[in-house]
């Protein structure tokens, strides 16, 4: 094994989660072996734009900003790098536990110059519950994994416990963006979310959670679930 097979292995390593501490929203952290330059990365880059410890202030965060979004589960980035660069004024807090991801989004963020983004390489709930009250004008679950055994629901994001942290980080008039191509998954989060009265389900016709809004880019989970044939649906709530 050369140098750099060695170094991927001990980063691998140290990578491996430790324990479960709770219902994990998540299954592995690592798959194939990373780049060096995305190993680089993991331990250079994302040491200076990772989310701190304790507290948030988002101002002192992103300085530059006036707006702020959170995105749960990144998968590859595409999305949240697509926001950051239209909307340079917003910064984004991105969480996403697989390494293989997180090391994505490292690479486009160097490869774009992004300012306004700040990654958690772990549980977004860890993240989330630091939020200050009212200051997020946006908030994203997208594709997310639906566990469908009936017996991992527990493991689904969109629970009344979570539901009760956006409905206190997003500002009134803040938007909650779902996606899915899990036909159970869609009524679990619309029967949530429909029974939420903090949340208002801004969809005045079928188009509107059907066909993808314009601002809305779109992810490589999603175009792989349109090549396998799985419809997706885009559901948009407004913070009451």
Same mark, same amino acid.
């Given at each position: 094994m050369g140098a750099h097979g060695s170094r991927g292995a001990a980063q691998g390593a140290r990578l491996k989660e430790p324990g479960r501490r709770r219902s994990e929203l998540y299954g592995r952290?690592?798959?194939?072996?990373?780049? #060096?330059?995305?190993? +680089?990365?993991? +331990?250079?880059?994302?040491?200076?734009?990772a989310v701190p410890e304790g507290p948030l202030d988002l101002g002192a965060l992103f300085p530059s900003c006036s707006a702020f979004g959170f995105e749960v589960g990144f998968g590859g980035g595409e999305h949240v790098v697509a926001q950051a660069l239209a909307?340079?004024?917003?910064?984004?807090? @991105?969480?996403e536990p697989f390494v293989n991801g997180v090391a994505?989004?490292? !690479? @486009?963020? +160097?490869?774009e110059?992004?300012?306004?983004v700040r990654v958690h !390489?772990?549980? *977004?709930?860890?993240?989330?519950v630091r939020v200050p009250d009212?200051?997020?004008?946006? @908030?994203?679950?997208?594709? #997310?994994?639906?566990w469908p055994k009936l017996r991992h629901h527990k493991r689904r994001f969109i629970q009344l416990q979570t539901l009760d942290q956006l409905a206190r980080?997003?500002?009134?008039?803040g938007e909650f963006r779902v996606a899915t191509d899990? *036909?159970?998954?869609?009524?679990? @989060?619309?029967?949530?979310?429909i029974a939420d009265s903090r949340f208002r389900w801004a969809a005045a016709r079928a188009s509107d959670w059907r066909v993808r809004p314009a601002d809305w880019p779109a992810t490589r989970y999603e175009q792989k679930a349109v090549a396998a044939g799985r419809a997706c649906i885009y559901l948009r709530f407004i913070r009451i």
């Open positions: 952290r690592l798959g194939r072996p990373l780049s #060096p330059h995305q190993i +680089e990365l993991i +331990e250079t880059l994302l040491p200076k734009i909307h340079p004024d917003t910064g984004f807090i @991105a969480c994505k989004l490292l !690479m @486009a963020i +160097e490869a110059g992004l300012t306004n !390489m772990g549980d *977004a709930r860890d993240v989330l009212r200051s997020l004008s946006k @908030a994203f679950v997208l594709f #997310p994994d639906p980080v997003l500002k009134p008039g899990h *036909a159970d998954y869609r009524v679990w @989060a619309l029967q949530h979310l």
